[in-house]
């Protein structure tokens, strides 16, 4: 099974308006992080959000915030004000902190092409 | 302010023949990763490491080599080239630690294998 699901492969949106991309993840850790990284078209993956599962209130960052419903195993990434700038590839990416190992990987969904229309 | 260095940005590779890409990072983080990047796949690990002299294997290690002598340097070796190794390398650091540290990519490695 897919650790991470991202389900809209492509999304459009009007610039200013607000946009939300979605990701389902599966664990059966209770701690774990999650994180959105964006990757323009010149290529270079910059981050975004993190959200750990232990936090209460969901992290924002500028612009970017993340709707985090832990029961439901969703992290959407919600971008307001929708820029020309914006259009990208996002990524979500789970960390799950057990010992060993696993404590160090971080595993990518395949991704959402996000295309803010002017 | 190097952040994460990867060499070359390009390279064709005729089926067969060895190379290795090379990453350098200049934070003095403990940990380093090897993903590639195909599409509709997002981001694979192939191999990681915690610190000088230890490496592990990521989901998709076969084909590739790991060694790890020294803080800064994680270079990752293709011994036999396939065309489905074409694909886009990306190399990672991160402090070990805080689980929640970023991880900071290079600006990755758009490898053709004919």
């Known amino acids: 099974a897919q650790k991470i699901t991202q389900t809209q492969p492509g999304m459009f949106v009007q610039e200013k308006e607000a946009v939300t991309l979605d990701c389902t993840y599966d664990t059966s850790d209770q701690s774990y992080g999650l994180f959105w990284y964006k990757q323009p078209s010149s290529g270079e993956m910059i981050f975004l959000i993190y959200q750990g599962s232990y936090d209460e209130q969901n992290a924002t960052e500028g612009r970017y915030s993340l709707n985090f419903q832990k029961a439901r195993k969703s992290a959407n990434l919600v971008i307001s004000a929708s820029q020309l700038g914006d259009s990208a590839m996002y990524f979500c990416a789970m960390r799950e902190f057990k010992g060993g190992g696993s404590n160090y990987k971080l595993t990518f969904g395949k991704g959402t092409l996000l295309t803010v229309n002017p | 302010n190097a952040g994460v260095t990867q060499t070359p940005k390009f390279q064709v590779l005729k089926t067969g023949q060895s190379m290795t890409l090379q990453c350098a990072q200049d934070?003095?983080?403990?940990?380093m990763s090897w993903y590639r990047q195909d599409p509709g796949m997002g981001l694979r690990l192939i191999h990681y490491?915690?610190?000088?002299?230890?490496?592990d294997q990521g989901e998709v290690p076969n084909g590739y080599n790991v060694s790890r002598s020294t803080t800064e340097d994680f270079p990752l070796r293709l011994l036999s080239a396939a065309p489905s190794q074409t694909s886009v390398y990306f190399c990672?650091?991160?402090?070990?630690?805080?689980?929640?540290?970023?991880?900071?990519f290079g600006a990755g490695t758009r490898l053709s294998v004919l």
């Open positions: 934070m003095n983080h403990e940990y």
């Open positions: 990672a650091s991160r402090p070990t630690g805080t689980p929640k540290n970023i991880q900071y």
């Open positions: 490491s915690v610190g000088a002299g230890i490496t």
